[in-house]
């Protein structure tokens, strides 16, 4: 979802932040390049941009192991267009579900899933086949850069 998409509103400035100096960060594009704003920024954001979408799901899985991907965050999970079946190759010895589907994959081939309290309260753990790592707040990040309304209206507007 690295093009004009909520995943991408919510991510856009948490990988722009990334510290460079210590941890080489690769984004594999699934999806469609629709020429946005967006899509340029979140392509700038990365020390590497592979651009993905046309490779099969064994052509994708080389490429990680190529790039020597030691932990493959993925941000669809079973949501609409994944490619679940690349994390099934196991490309990367960690792998982690992420933000884009807050529940379990309910698969051996996902091994955490970042979430917070809320999102998967500690009595659930043992609903979920992967290792749950909680953020100390939330897990859902947020692009302070992103644009607000100048004006706010009021409930009774609508």
């Known amino acids: 979802d690295f093009h004009q998409h909520a ?10 932040h990334h510290d460079g100096s ?9 999806g469609p ?6 899509r340029r920024r979140i392509e700038t954001a990365f020390e590497r941009f592979v651009e993905a979408k046309p490779l ?3 052509q994708i899985a080389s490429t990680i192991r190529e790039l020597e991907v030691d932990i493959l965050v993925d941000l669809k999970g079973f949501t609409q267009d994944a490619r679940t079946g690349i994390l099934a190759k196991r490309p990367a010895p960690i792998q982690v579900n992420y933000l884009g589907f807050p529940g379990t ?5 996902v091994d955490y899933i970042i979430a917070d309290r809320i999102v998967v ?28 309304a100048e004006i706010a209206p009021v409930r009774a507007a609508y």
């Open 7 to 16: 995943t991408a509103q919510l991510t856009a400035g948490l990988f722009e």
């Open 22 to 30: 210590r941890f080489e960060v690769t984004a594999i594009s699934l």
């Open 56 to 58: 099969d799901e064994d």
């Open 105 to 109: 994959m309910g698969a051996s081939f």
């Open 33 to 38: 390049n629709d020429h946005s704003g967006m």
């Open 121 to 148: 309260p500690e009595h659930e753990f043992d609903c979920y086949a992967e290792k749950v790592v909680w953020l100390p707040d939330s897990y859902q990040p947020n692009d302070r850069n992103r644009p607000i």
